[in-house]
């Protein structure tokens, strides 16, 4: 939706703020008008006495209601500010209430008594006793214009009745007319007499010689054609000097017809004129002011209530700026601390303000520089420390991995006892999980029987708390025997004290078997060699004994002969035999190693033995995946068929023989299991099985296992033997993927039995 257009719901809300606003106008309008028409207007009054009091009367009533709508406002925003909690409000409140307190009794005090006063001071104004004085005294102008008027009448009528009665109206008798008004006119004392034909024109004007600036010929026209028309009529016409008081008769025949009109004048000079009309227009004057008492206490009463509302609004409007002033600093103070709080310590409070709050909010800015400040050394020494603790976590891992990867265990123990370090391969020599051995005690861990040798090189390490002890411990791990040449050795701290103490194992067990297979290979080579040098003469000898001796002998003695010849012979050949078997032993030939396929290799020896043993059942399986693999396939045959024969021997040539291959890619490794279900090996036999001459058979020399674990190792793999499920042997081979290099005789390699 656009910007520029109103929703539905905005311009319902500006409709009824118009509508709010127009009828508020309105209002106003009418009660400023029924006011004006009810407690203001009067027609006795001047319309311009009532335009100045409406206006006044508005302009008060204007300002009035600005103010209370002002003081409304703030009250009603303070009351929302309190309702919804902001912060500051409750203070604000009470300041601004404090405020309206002290102002409002003596302010309303001030209103009542000025009211009073006013009240009593007009009042004052319009007594009986300032009335009745102007009343007499307006009453003694009107009289003494009106007996003016009457003498001026009397005076026309007497002298009309004369020119009437004695025909002074003829023509011819104008100079006795003229005598006769002047002589009249100083007798009375009249300004001026005036006598008009009945075609309203003058014929003779008689005129006081001391008033000759002053116009007495002036004559309302209308007033004289009445006159002529047989009415009396009196006027006061205002003059410059002052006023002239006229009287108009008609001159009457005998016959009652009109001749023509005597215009009598009294002069009233102005000093007399002037306070005559002060006192008419100050009677006015009050008369009018009287007709204004009610609006003008109400305008009093308003402009008073006005008064006493600025004081109210002025202590309002000063109470909310003093708690503004301490309030708006107070929230921005909040809203920076929470904005620090939230992590933004560059935020500044902007308050001017030379007092306490300012030194406040000096303190808050100057706090939030030195946190920051603060902050940025300890992001920089964080960095320091983060970047000091990951080399510190690197060199934790590497020193890991190097545990991890050596093949010396290690066992590390804190001074309580408990077990802090222990590596993979003290894991392995030891038999022992790490996760479950980590922070426990080394005598929950290391329970005798199995550890007694063990425990106790611990217990004497304790004792002494220095130095260090070496010995040779005998574990037994699987059922198997096991020879670690354990070393203890203390910790100590930088000032000396005991911290425990660590322990290294290196499994010595391939190392004797390899020491002692060392030893009887070259007792097997001293054997071969001593033995077979007189082997070929004593054959030599007991064949010619049988050739010399057979001739001229009884048969009894020939037999014996035979017999005792024969078996030196075959005893010699025997021995030649075993001599061979210790030749072979004491010097295996070099290897050739090339990419062999497993499988092809070992169908061979399977296949050979399906057709010599048609009564055995002899099962292969293959892995598909199986890589070539870099060895020499003669030996390796040599050794498979070594294990294959053991196995057909084991079940009498009647069972069950499996030739399977397994793929690990993961270690890249190659395994080969050759299992039968023959008796099985007993569990003290194994553990000799590939020792030399150790054997379970009556015939065995003793050296077949022995050759086979030797081809094994030197090609870099392991062999053990383990029992098969439910019953019978398993011999596994494992040989690793890629290529060979010629590996000694005496090569360390494990031999496993289950």
């Given amino acids: 939706m656009s910007p520029l257009i109103d929703t539905p719901l905005e311009a319902r809300g500006h409709y009824r703020r118009n509508l709010f606003i127009v009828s508020g106008g309105l209002a106003l309008l009418a009660v400023a008008w029924w006011g004006f028409k009810v407690w203001i207007h009067s027609p006795q009054v001047p319309l311009a006495s009532n335009l100045a009091v409406f206006a006044l009367f508005n302009l008060n009533l204007i300002v009035f209601l600005l103010l209370v709508l002002l003081l409304f406002r703030n009250l009603v925003k303070l009351a929302f500010e309190r309702k919804q909690k902001v912060l500051g409000a409750r203070f604000k409140a009470k300041l601004v209430l404090a405020f309206l307190s002290l102002a409002l009794t003596p302010a309303i005090l001030i209103f009542i008594i000025a009211s009073n006063f006013i009240n009593t001071s007009i009042e004052g104004w319009f007594k009986p006793q300032v009335e009745r004085p102007l009343d007499q005294a307006l009453e003694v102008a009107q009289t003494y214009y009106q007996g003016q008027e009457a003498m001026a ?104 017809a009109v001749l023509g009109a005597l215009v009598v004048g009294s002069y009233v000079t102005q000093r007399l004129e002037s306070r005559l009309r002060g006192i008419s227009q100050s009677f006015q004057e009050y008369k009018q002011l009287r007709l204004l008492k009610q609006p003008l206490k109400g305008i009093y009463i308003l402009l008073f209530l006005l008064m006493t509302l600025v004081i ?95 093949a010396t265990g290690v066992l590390s123990l804190d001074p309580a006892g408990r077990i802090t370090t222990i590596n993979g391969a003290a894991e392995r020599m030891l038999g022992v999980p790490a996760a479950s051995a980590q922070g426990q005690l080394a005598s929950v861990v290391l329970r005798p029987p199995m550890h007694s040798e063990l425990a106790a090189l611990i217990q004497r390490m304790n004792r002494l708390r220095e130095g260090a002890l070496e010995r040779e411990v005998h574990l037994r791990r699987e059922g198997h025997a096991v020879t670690l040449l354990a070393s203890a050795t203390a910790l100590k701290g930088p000032e000396g004290a005991y911290l425990g103490m660590v322990l290294v194992f290196d499994d010595l067990t391939e190392l004797l078997k390899a020491q002692r297979l060392a030893a009887w290979r070259e007792v097997a080579q001293r054997i071969a060699h001593e033995i077979k040098n007189p082997l070929t003469p004593i054959q030599l000898s007991a064949q010619r004994l049988r050739r010399r001796l057979s001739t001229n002998r009884s048969p009894e003695e020939k037999q014996l002969l035979e017999e005792a010849t024969a078996t030196i012979v075959q005893e010699v050949e025997g021995l030649k035999q075993l001599v061979d078997e210790f030749s072979r032993f004491a010097r295996m030939p070099a290897l050739q190693p090339r990419a062999t396929d497993l499988a092809r290799l070992l169908e061979g020896v399977v296949v050979l033995y399906r ?144």
Avoid: C
């Fill in 611 to 754: 057709e010599s043993h048609p009564g055995l059942s002899i099962k292969a399986s293959f892995s598909p995946d199986l890589p070539p693999l870099d060895v020499d396939p003669d030996q390796i045959k040599r050794a498979v068929l070594n294990l294959v024969d053991n196995a057909v021997e084991a079940v009498g040539g009647a069972g069950v023989v499996t030739v399977d291959t397994i793929w690990l890619p993961e270690s890249r490794r190659a395994r080969i299991v050759v299992a039968d279900d023959g008796p099985g090996i007993p569990g003290e036999d194994k553990e000799r099985l590939f020792l030399p001459y150790f054997s379970t058979k009556a015939g065995g020399t003793g050296l077949g296992l022995p050759i086979v674990h030797q081809i094994i190792t030197d090609h870099g793999g392991t062999i053990w033997v383990e029992d098969a499920a439910p019953l019978g042997t398993r011999f596994v081979i494992e040989l690793p993927v890629g290529r060979l290099a010629a590996a000694p005789a005496e090569a360390n390699a494990p031999v496993r039995a289950g």
């Fill in 153 to 256: 009448l009397r005076h026309a009528r007497y002298m009309a009745d004369v020119l009437a009665r004695e025909g002074f109206m003829a023509p011819g008798q104008r100079p006795v007319l003229s005598t006769y008004l002047n002589g009249q006119q100083e007798r009375l004392g009249l300004a001026a007499i005036t006598v008009y034909n009945r075609a309203g024109q003058p014929v003779i004007h008689a005129k006081d010689p001391t008033l000759a600036s002053v116009l007495t010929r002036s004559v309302n026209r209308e007033q004289l054609r009445q006159g002529l028309a047989g009415q009396e009529v009196t006027t006061v016409h205002e003059l410059d000097q002052g006023d002239m008081i006229q009287a108009i008769v008609p001159i009457r025949s005998s016959e009652r």
């Fill in 312 to 406: 109210v609004f002025s202590a309002t409007w000063f109470g909310l700026y003093l708690a503004r002033g301490i309030t708006e600093p107070v929230q921005m103070l909040a809203e920076g601390t929470r904005a620090v709080a939230a992590g933004n310590l560059n935020y500044k409070v902007t308050v001017r303000a030379d007092d306490e709050i300012g030194v406040l909010v000096d303190s808050f800015n100057r706090m939030t520089s030195d946190l920051a400040s603060s902050q940025t050394k300890l992001e920089h020494t964080y960095r320091d420390l983060q970047a000091k603790h990951e080399e510190v976590e690197q060199r934790r891992r590497y020193t890991e991995t190097v545990l991890e990867a050596v």
